[in-house]
């Protein structure tokens, strides 16, 4: 090991993309649960637009 400033090991590189995947997993699937969710909204404004009209 020696007098390494950094001390990294190969776990600390290996935690560290594991750690990357996780925060980029979640970004991605927070993205795509917003999208779905103004989708659901639109859908829901519709329908309830549609009943408003028909009276029911």
Known sequence: MGN???AFC?????????????VIGFVVR???LRK???ELERALAAHMADNAIRGK
């Open 10 to 22: 190969f776990w600390d590189i290996i935690s560290l993309f594991v750690l990357l995947a996780v």
């Open 30 to 32: 927070t993205w795509i």
């Open 36 to 38: 779905e969710e103004k």
């Open 4 to 6: 390494n400033m950094a």
